[in-house]
């Protein structure tokens, strides 16, 4: 009898060795995120963020799990030392300071104005929560014991996991800036006794709100601490732009401005108007009249509301038109791909070329053009001088060059429809300055 117990101690033993000893923690993040050094060694400016609500859509979760991965998403936040954190929770607790000011008790209350806004906030969901991941009955493995000893040995593996779903939105555009999974899960091995009891019976897991030293504590850590790298990782250059005083600073890329405004920093049309279209006239898939088509096809098609001349093909548009010495041009355009190459040339100004992520004159850098959205692209040609403008902004100054075109000459390569390579243009206006 003694022998058939020291073996099946040693059953028991080996099957904890092979099984499994130690915890397990596994991590998943749909982004790759900043390394943890980065994260905490951080000195630079920073973004403002305040975090929302977190629904509860999980079934085995309940209302306070989102308060309180709320609370531990402001707190690791606060540590990252790249973000100021404004709070939103309690917002409430702190206008009643400011009414106890003015209902005159209190001498030193704040005045109103003060507070600072977020720029982002983040929301999110609790889409998965799951304390006992294995199940009561499930996972694990049974070592059979010596049958005058009876029943078996039962390794149960205890795991936990919770996902959560994040969202990021500017707080004046309403634009979502990302959205993300972020998920934490962990394990940990049991030992159990069933059909028989060599040892008793050891609980498999604890209360649903009692979660301190469990798997399921460990995997809110390791969800928490994806979800921070998700963050940092997401949120553009641009938002990082305060002292840690809330000062603003110049962003990534960014000249600070001196509070110059030159005559010809802002965009002025002309206005004798030699030419206006935005082809809200055809019909989609019609050919507009009036301009000549070189090695290319094209159509009116309908974007964000408007209609927009679309190039099926690579190749040249032309229209003819006939200004005065002093003229201004517009036009907006999308070309929403990197592949796709853009040129605009008329009169006797630079020929603008849009590459990549660039735009050259007369083949000198002019500046970045991003192919995230249409921008309008300005020019103004005034006694020699040829100012070009981004939506608005003076990005370009140079002169005249050539002799003068009266063909308004439009060019499109890499063109391919079918894999999203297009450039639409519209509101196209030529104007002479009076």
């Given at each position: 009898?003694?022998?058939?117990?020291?073996?099946?101690?040693?059953?028991?033993?080996?099957?904890?060795?092979?099984?499994?000893?130690?915890?397990?923690?596994?991590?998943?993040?749909?982004?790759?995120?900043?390394?943890?050094?980065?994260?905490?060694?951080?000195?630079?400016?920073?973004?403002?963020?305040?975090?929302?609500?977190?629904?509860?859509?999980?079934?085995?979760?309940?209302?306070?799990?989102?308060?309180?991965?709320?609370?531990?998403?402001?707190?690791?936040?606060?540590?990252?030392n790249r973000f100021i954190v404004l709070e939103k929770a309690a917002v409430a607790d702190l206008q009643s300071e400011y009414a106890l000011g003015e209902s005159g008790w209190s001498?030193?209350?704040?005045?109103?104005?003060?507070?600072?806004?977020?720029?982002?906030?983040?929301?999110?969901?609790?889409?998965?929560?799951?304390?006992?991941?294995?199940?009561?009955?499930?996972?694990?493995?049974?070592?059979?014991?010596?049958?005058?000893?009876?029943?078996?040995?039962?390794?149960?593996?205890?795991?936990?996991?919770?996902?959560?779903?994040?969202?990021?939105?500017?707080?004046?555009?309403?634009?979502?800036?990302?959205?993300?999974?972020?998920?934490?899960?962990?394990?940990?091995?049991?030992?159990?006794?069933?059909?028989?009891?060599?040892?008793?019976?050891?609980?498999?897991?604890?209360?649903?709100?009692?979660?301190?030293?469990?798997?399921?504590?460990?995997?809110?850590?390791?969800?928490?601490?994806?979800?921070?790298?998700?963050?940092?990782?997401?949120?553009?250059?641009?938002?990082?732009?305060?002292?840690?005083?809330?000062?603003?600073?110049?962003?990534?890329?960014?000249?600070?401005?001196?509070?110059?405004?030159?005559?010809?920093?802002?965009?002025?049309?002309?206005?004798?108007?030699?030419?206006?279209?935005?082809?809200?006239?055809?019909?989609?898939?019609?050919?507009?009249?009036?301009?000549?088509?070189?090695?290319?096809?094209?159509?009116?098609?309908?974007?964000?509301?408007?209609?927009?001349?679309?190039?099926?093909?690579?190749?040249?548009?032309?229209?003819?038109?006939?200004?005065?010495?002093?003229?201004?041009?517009?036009?907006?355009?999308?070309?929403?791909?990197?592949?796709?190459?853009?040129?605009?040339?008329?009169?006797?100004?630079?020929?603008?070329?849009?590459?990549?992520?660039?735009?050259?004159?007369?083949?000198?850098?002019?500046?970045?053009?991003?192919?995230?959205?249409?921008?309008?692209?300005?020019?103004?040609?005034?006694?020699?001088?040829?100012?070009?403008?981004?939506?608005?902004?003076?990005?370009?100054?140079?002169?005249?060059?050539?002799?003068?075109?009266?063909?308004?000459?439009?060019?499109?390569?890499?063109?391919?429809?079918?894999?999203?390579?297009?450039?639409?243009?519209?509101?196209?206006?030529?104007?002479?300055?009076?």
């Amino acid at each position: 009898m003694g022998k058939k117990i020291i073996l099946a101690v040693l059953l028991l033993l080996l099957g904890v060795f092979t099984y499994t000893q130690a915890e397990e923690v596994k991590t998943k993040v749909t982004t790759g995120g900043a390394s943890a050094a980065d994260i905490v060694s951080y000195q630079g400016p920073k973004a403002r963020i305040a975090v929302g609500s977190f629904e509860v859509k999980a079934a085995k979760a309940y209302g306070r799990i989102g308060e309180g991965i709320q609370d531990m998403l402001i707190d690791a936040l606060f540590k990252t030392n790249r973000f100021i954190v404004l709070e939103k929770a309690a917002v409430a607790d702190l206008q009643s300071e400011y009414a106890l000011g003015e209902s005159g008790w209190s001498s030193e209350a704040p005045a109103k104005g003060t507070f600072e806004a977020a720029d982002i906030i983040l929301t999110g969901a609790i889409t998965a929560f799951e304390p006992d991941y294995s199940g009561t009955g499930g996972g694990g493995v049974i070592i059979p014991l010596p049958l005058n000893i009876g029943g078996g040995l039962k390794i149960e593996k205890k795991e936990a996991y919770i996902a959560a779903s994040i969202r990021l939105v500017d707080v004046k555009t309403r634009r979502v800036i990302k959205t993300g999974t972020v998920e934490g899960y962990s394990s940990k091995s049991s030992l159990g006794i069933i059909g028989g009891g060599l040892i008793g019976t050891v609980a498999l897991g604890v209360g649903f709100e009692n979660y301190k030293n469990t798997p399921m504590e460990k995997a809110v850590m390791i969800m928490l601490e994806n979800a921070i790298k998700e963050i940092v990782d997401s949120v553009p250059a641009e938002y990082y732009r305060y002292t840690a005083e809330g000062k603003q600073v110049a962003t990534t890329g960014e000249k600070k401005t001196l509070g110059i405004v030159g005559g010809m920093d802002k965009f002025v049309a002309g206005e004798n108007i030699l030419c206006s279209e935005d082809f809200a006239k055809y019909n989609i898939g019609a050919v507009p009249d009036g301009w000549i088509l070189t090695n290319t096809a094209v159509e009116v098609a309908e974007y964000e509301g408007k209609k927009w001349m679309r190039f099926l093909k690579t190749g040249t548009v032309q229209k003819k038109l006939k200004a005065n010495n002093n003229y201004s041009a517009e036009i907006t355009l999308f070309a929403p791909d990197a592949a796709t190459t853009v040129s605009l040339k008329y009169g006797d100004i630079p020929e603008c070329v849009i590459e990549g992520s660039s735009m050259k004159v007369g083949g000198a850098a002019a500046g970045d053009f991003k192919r995230d959205s249409s921008h309008t692209l300005a020019i103004s040609r005034k006694n020699g001088q040829v100012v070009f403008y981004i939506d608005g902004k003076r990005v370009y100054t140079t002169t005249t060059q050539g002799s003068f075109s009266e063909n308004l000459s439009i060019s499109a390569k890499g063109i391919d429809i079918n894999q999203g390579q297009e450039l639409i243009f519209t509101d196209v206006r030529i104007a002479e300055y009076k």
